[in-house]
């Protein structure tokens, strides 16, 4: 029920008017589930959704497992909405291309601090690899400008298609591995980062090592790249009672770095862990590299980490 709450929260400012005849749908920020968005919109930068910021209005994509379709329709109450000052006037079930059911809520959404109220439209639709919710809203002052048929005809267009190869994401990646060290891709978290692991479960650092990779924009000067570092480190997902052993600065791949060694805890299991720490600083961009491993096979599996670092490149 919490993922309910958290997404009937979302509040994007949308939308513009009709539907242009024959045109294709959009896939926002190369997602999965695509639409044609009305006349005037655009997609958002980095963003799964569209905009039209003259007037205020945005359609906005989320995607999530296959089963989450069953488990949202059948707990999407409207006194939970209400809690989020969403009011729901009508919800019915409608069916999209190629059959796919979906769920319609329309109603509008009090915004207390700002004193306005938002037309707001959910579509949750299920397809067959991924379950989708589409939420469009606009200020109701806007409300003649776009007309009930003129949503709905928007969010009747929506679209799924299969989700992409592990292959496909890495080569969207802003960086390349030279060798991956016999560390196998586990899953490809946006544009900009990959988690790697050795084994095939759920990445569990009690029991075997995993690497993740970030790229970031922006340059760090170097009087702040110690206190960036420390930061960094002290929010490595997975583990709990983190403690820096030793670090410093170093060159990694021609460039500026900063490596710190920790100790901590695996989380769920409170076994003993360690972690590795490597930002590679460059003028526009940086890398931000962390390996994690039981403490017992750490000094085995620091050999294949540091192959990894020292073999990924920038685009």
Partial sequence: MRLVVRVAALVLPLLALSVPAGAQAVFPNQGTIGLVPP???????????????????????????????????SHFAPAELKKQNVTVEERRDVELADGVKAVLLKGYQ?????????????????????????????PEEAS??????????????????????????????????????GFK????????????????????????????VAAGPGEVR???R???????ISSVPGVKELRVERGGPLRIG???????????????SGKPVKVAQWLRFG???????????????????????????DGIELR
């Fill in 144 to 181: 003649a400008r776009y007309p009930d048929k003129a949503v709905e005809a928007a969010l009747k267009t929506v679209v799924f298609r299969a989700p992409p190869s592990n292959e496909e994401l890495m080569a969207r990646l802003p960086f390349t591995f030279d060798d991956m060290e």
């Fill in 283 to 309: 003028r526009t961009a940086n890398l931000r590299m962390v390996g994690v491993a039981p403490a017992a096979s750490f000094d085995a599996d620091f050999g294949a980490m540091r192959g990894l670092r």
């Fill in 226 to 232: 110690e206190s960036v570092a420390k930061r960094a």
């Fill in 185 to 212: 891709v586990f899953k490809v978290l946006g544009g900009s980062a990959v988690l790697l692991t050795k084994g095939d479960a759920e990445p569990d650092p009690s029991t075997q090592p995993f690497f993740i």
């Fill in 254 to 268: 021609g460039q500026p770095g900063y490596e710190l060694i920790a100790n901590a805890l695996d989380a769920k």
């Fill in 110 to 138: 009090s915004i207390p601090n700002a004193g306005t109220t938002l037309k707001k439209w959910i579509l949750i639709a299920g397809g067959k690899q991924q379950t989708g919710m589409i939420t469009v809203q606009f």
């Fill in 39 to 73: 006349e005037g919109m655009s997609e958002i930068p980095n963003v799964p959704g569209f905009q039209d910021r003259a007037t205020k209005a945005s359609i906005l994509v989320l995607e999530m497992p296959q089963p989450a379709f069953q488990e949202i329709t």
């Fill in 222 to 224: 170097e009087e702040e």
